[in-house]
Structure formats: C-alpha cells, structure tokens
C-alpha cells in the first residue's frame, strides 16, 4: 500500500474520534480502511499463528479478503447515515467471507450493523452496543463454541466495553479499552486451548481481530499503518517454507541467519535496519537464540549476514536461491504424469489411452509414452509416430487399444525405421493386460509374442448409451438404452447401468475369473459407482474387485475381467 | 469397516466410529448449527434415540472413503464458505483421528436457522 491511499491523508474520521465527536458513515469507512491497511500489513503475522483446526497458514489471508470485500463494498459509497454503512460494510463482509475466521469475522459485522440500525451517527455507546450486538450474533453461528479463537476475543472486547461505558463516554478511550483487552484476550488464548498452549502461539484469527481494531486506534491516532511492528515468533514455528509463494521481484535470495546477540537485542531497531536490507522478514527467537529470516536482492546477498556480525555471534547461515527453486517447482507441475524414461537398446511400450485416469494406470505400468485417443477420437498416424520417433531406442510395442486405432498403429509401423511391432489390443483391459507382460531388455520378439498372448487372458467388458435402435446378435436395443458389450460384442441391453452391468458379469466367465477391475468414465457420478461396485461385490463374492476412474468418454464402464 | 493391514494383523474402524468424528468436527465448526436426517427413516429413529451419527453418512469401498454430511447452518452466514470450512474441518479431524485419507466430502445444506433477520 502506498502512502497516499491511505486514510492518514485527511484523518477526518480519527481527529472525531480524538475530539469526541459523533462519527458518521464517511467517518466509519476510514476506519475501515484503516482496519484494512493495518490487518494487511500484518497478514503474514496472522497467517504464521494458524494451527488449528487446519494448519493450512491462511487465516490472515481469508481475513483480509474478507475485510477487503467488505472495504469495496463502501469505497465508493458517499453515504453520510452511519447505520447503511456499517450495514453496506457487513454486506461486503459477508459475500466476501472467506474461511472460518472470515464468516465468523462476516458474523461480528452483521451484528455490529445491526446495532447501528439507521442511526445518523456513532458515540462511544452506540460502539458499545454494536461490539456486544456482534458478540450475540458471532456467538448464534455455533452450536459448541470453541473458547480460545476469535469468538473469545470478540466477548471479552464486548464485556470491557460493556465495563467501561460505566465510566468513560470518550470514544478514543473506549477504542483505547477495546484494544487493549483484544490484547489481553489474544495473549491468554494459549490457556484456553491447549492445541495453542503446544504450538506456543496465541490464535490466528484473535489475533487478527485484534488488528482489526488497534488499525482503527493507529488512524486515530496518526501512527503509521504501513510498518508492521517488529513481532517475534517462537523458533520452533517459523514457518520459513511457505514464505516461497510470495517472492517479490528481485528479491532471489533467501537468507536465514541464526544468532546470539552480545546484548540484548532492540528488537525495533533490528526490524527496522534489516527492512533497509530486504523483505519477508521473519524474526524467531528461542532460548538466548534468534533466527532472522529475510529475501534479499542477489547483490545484498551478504548484507543480512554482514550485519548480523556487528550485533551477536553467527552461529549457522543459510542461503537459497529462491528463482531457481521457484523454477524447479514450476517444471515439476507440468509432467503430471511420469512416464519411464527409455534407456537405448530398450523397448518403449506407446499406449493409445481414452481418458487421464487410464493414461495414469498405463504410466504406472512403465509405459514410455501415450497418445490420447479412443472410440471417436481416432488420433492419426502421424500422432502415433510423432509420441515415439525421437525416443533413443529403436525397439518399440504399441498398444492401440481400441479396434479402430490397430489399423493407424500399422500404418505407423511401416513409415519409420525403427522396429515397431503392434500389439493388436482391442481394449483397454487388454493392453493393461498386455504391459503385465512387459519386460524392456527383452529380446524384442519373445516380448511381443508374450505380450500377445496376454490379449487371451482378460475379458473386456464395455457399457455405453445406445446412439441408435439396433437389433444385433439377438439383442434388440433401443436408442437412450444402456448396452453392455462383451468383448466387442453386443450381448446385452438394458434400462440402467447397475442392470447392464450385472448382465455384462453374468454373460461373461465371471465366475471362473478372478479379478474384476472397472473403470470408470469422466462425468460419472463416484456415489453412482461405489453403489454399484457394492452390488457387484455382493453378486460376486469369489472375485476381487478393484474400481479406478478411467476418465473415458462415452464409455459409462471399461470392465476387465482376469 | 475401513481397514488397514500391517505384518501384526489389521486394524478395523467401523462407519459408525468414523461418523462420530465427523459429526463432532461438523459440530465444531463455525456456522453450522446442527445436522439434520438423511431421510425419513433416520428422523423417525431420531426421536427414539438419539444417535451420534445422524447426518453423517460413510462409505467406504476398500480405496476410497467418502463422508456425506446433511447440516443446518446460520441463516446470514456464506453459506459456501460455512461448507468449506466444514469439509477442512471434518477432513482434518477424520484423517489426523484414523489415519486414512479422505477421498470426497459432499456437504448438503439440509437448511437455515433463522435467530436474527436484519
């Protein structure tokens, strides 16, 4: 955030507040802002405190967003009436709520609103009534509230609040009073919950309203919202990994220093000297320890390092190249699906595969590479020699598939040099069944007869939706049924999928194979399948029985019978 | 019955067990105020006993577990974001508790509690 965003720029809102004066809806959203800029600045502290429930890191983002949506909600608002507002604000809140600190953040504004019901301006009553009103309201969100969160900090700002009215009617005081006993109630958090108490941080989301509020006092009181204060963190929680994410341009180098410092160490000063040197800066301390974390720009690599020296004795540095690991990271999300890199000499399988979650069955199995192709989507030739021309062996198997791609495959064996031999699979289970077979230093003939003979060893089982009214093999099937083939053939048709499937198990040899494998395609409801993979364990308790999404179109089920 | 085998023997953790850890962490979580049957049946049954696995359905198929969960959230909260902080909540409670992974939570909002309209 840059200077002249800011609220400071007029401080109309905070000289109210310093005079005493009623606050009106203008007022109200420069506190907002406030509130935002401040909670912002701090984000990463929030963010670096979350372990419970999920210790995913991310409270202090989910409530900036939340206090974001609720900021653009109004920012362009010129509304005067200081109820609409607070209600326009608890509307932004709650569409933009994010996470379980931001509904229940989304809940203390509704609340808040709902105090301030239409009223023109805003008194140190009136913030007292709206802070117990979201107290209320937070509190109705849950049925077991969990003491030692955000809802706590919210009741004990309340309940100081509720004390103080008696004795002050000063508006800055009461916003004084407020934050400080959010303070105190973030700070006694770890004796209410003892997943913090281990963890030795006080809660995420407490600690971010806190900010919320002590925002609102800094712009009141003309004190910076851009710095964070110099905020330590118990050493064995510096969560120094995620701080990856967030690598600012320019600043490549990770610096992370360990350090007993000759005095003690001003913690402010030490901030502020190291913010001169870089950003994401971390500091942790632990038993006389401290640890400095910072990103620096490649030429400052050695500043952290250099002036650390002048404050304490270096006891371990570490250095990482940020952009190169960011990099590495990068190329590892491509290759989704790892495929067994060919040595030469070898034999590379190339298997056609209808849908992703059978190309994943198919790499685990060692192939060397996939086409994507299937039913209706025949890839072509030159698909099929482009996935194995440039692989550094010359032996290679292809695994069509699918009846209609064998011919393609055979073409593209004739048109390269290499020794391609193609495995005339005619389904999936069936170059599954082949690869079992595989063995890359093999010689090359014996392989492909043995991966041949596996075609015998599986019976396919396929179930689609009928395109057209047939009558075939003495089946007659109507258009919008469900057919089951069997190996290719058709034998059954049916109005459902549990009915063709059962009828597919029983036309084949179920009960003198062993194993029953489905796949599933893309589009298929998982509760749809666990039903019916249930019913086919109870029908046929003798075979195993595996299901795996096949991501196939068209094809409801690929079965594979062995 | 989930299962998970070592060289000692097996280890067996039945739906209901499972479907007490979610309904506890469902329970927990900000914005819902409680769970509701799945159907007729089970509401019936509930006014007869009440049982610590209502609005919790398990299945489980030897690979995957899947947990549905029928609950009644706060009328002026998100609701999506209600739900997704449930299945963090219950994923997290039910994997760190049994020790296998979760395949699919499916939250259905079976309806509002209304205490305040503004």
């Known amino acids: ?562 | 019955m989930s299962e998970a085998t070592n060289p000692l023997g097996t280890i067996l953790i039945s739906h209901r067990a499972i479907a007490t850890i979610a309904y506890q962490a469902a329970l927990l979580s900000y914005g819902v105020v409680g769970l509701a049957p799945k159907n007729l049946a089970e509401g019936l049954a509930q006014v007869l006993v009440k049982d610590p696995m209502l609005g919790v359905d398990i299945q489980y198929d030897g690979h995957d577990l899947l947990i549905n969960l029928y609950i009644i959230v706060e009328y002026g909260t998100r609701i999506k974001s209600v739900a997704s902080s449930v299945v963090d909540n219950v994923r997290y409670m039910v994997e760190k508790a049994i020790g296998v992974p979760v395949t699919e939570i499916n939250i259905h909002v079976r309806g509002l509690r209304v205490s305040n309209t503004d």
């Not at chain 1, 499937?501 to 194993?515: M, P, V, W």
């Open chain 1, 1 to 562: 955030m840059s200077g002249e965003q800011h609220p400071t720029s007029s401080n109309q809102g905070g000289l109210k507040v310093r005079q005493n004066l009623p606050v009106d809806g203008q007022d109200l959203k420069d506190l907002i802002e406030a509130a935002l800029v401040w909670l912002k600045t701090n984000q990463q502290t929030v963010n670096a405190l979350n372990v419970f429930p999920v210790p995913d890191g991310d409270t202090g983002t989910n409530m900036v967003l939340t206090m974001q949506a609720a900021y653009n909600e109004i920012v362009n608002s010129g509304e005067k009436n200081v109820g609409r507002m607070a209600h326009s604000v608890a509307q932004g809140a709650l569409m933009g709520a994010r996470g379980n600190s931001g509904v229940i953040l989304s809940q203390l504004w509704r609340g808040f609103a709902r105090a301030m019901d239409n009223l023109e301006t805003m008194d140190a009553a009136i913030l007292v009534n709206a802070l117990v009103e979201g107290r209320k309201t937070a509190y109705k969100g849950v049925v077991r509230p969990v003491e030692g969160t955000i809802l706590t900090v919210a009741k004990d700002m309340a309940t100081a609040a509720e004390d103080a009215i008696q004795h002050t009617q000063d508006l800055l005081e009461m916003l004084e009073i407020v934050v400080d006993a959010a303070d105190r109630s973030v700070k006694h958090t770890p004796e209410l919950l003892p997943v913090l108490k281990s963890a030795g941080v006080v809660d995420s989301g407490g600690k971010g309203l806190f900010y919320i509020l002590e925002g609102m006092l800094r712009y009141c009181k003309e004190q910076s919202l851009d710095t964070p204060l110099a905020t330590v963190q118990p050493l064995a929680l510096m969560n120094i990994e995620n701080s990856m994410e967030e690598i600012e341009p320019g600043q490549d180098y990770e610096v992370v220093v360990d350090f007993k410092p000759y005095t003690p160490l001003d913690l402010d000063r030490f901030y502020n000297d190291l913010s001169q040197i870089g950003t994401s800066i971390q500091i942790g301390e632990g038993d006389g320890m401290y640890r400095m974390h910072i990103h620096v720009e490649k030429d400052k690599r050695d500043d952290p390092l250099k002036y650390t020296e002048t404050l304490g004795t270096i006891t371990k540095v570490s250095m990482e190249n940020l952009l190169a690991q960011l990099e590495e990271n990068r190329g590892g999300v491509v290759s989704r699906l790892s495929f067994t890199p060919v040595e030469p000499g070898q034999i590379a399988v190339i298997a056609v595969s209808p849908g992703l979650g059978i190309s994943r069955i198919f790499a685990s199995l060692g192939v060397t590479g996939i086409v994507e192709g299937g039913q209706t989507m025949n890839p072509s030739t030159e698909d099929i020699i482009n996935a194995f021309e440039n692989l550094p062996t010359d032996k290679v198997v292809i695994l069509p598939n699918n009846k209609n791609i064998v011919l393609a495959a055979q073409t593209a064996s004739g048109l390269t040099v290499k020794k391609v031999a193609v495995i005339p699979s005619q389904s999936v289970p069936q170059g599954l069944s082949a690869m079992l077979r595989l063995a890359p230093d093999g010689a090359f003939d014996d392989v492909v007869r043995e991966m041949s003979d596996a075609l015998q060893d599986v019976e396919t089982g396929e179930i689609t939706t009928a395109t057209r009214s047939v009558e075939l093999n003495g089946v007659s099937v109507q258009k919008g049924q469900v057919i089951a083939l069997h190996n290719g053939k058709l034998v059954y048709s049916a109005s459902s999928l549990e009915e063709a499937c059962l009828g597919l198990l029983a036309r084949a040899h179920t009960t003198e194979r062993e194993r029953i494998t489905l796949f599933y395609g893309a589009n298929l409801d998982k509760h749809e399948v666990n039903r019916l993979a249930d019913k086919i364990r109870n029908g046929y308790p003798g075979q195993e029985l595996e299901v795996h999404e096949g991501g196939q179109p068209h094809y409801q089920f690929i079965i594979s019978i062995e």
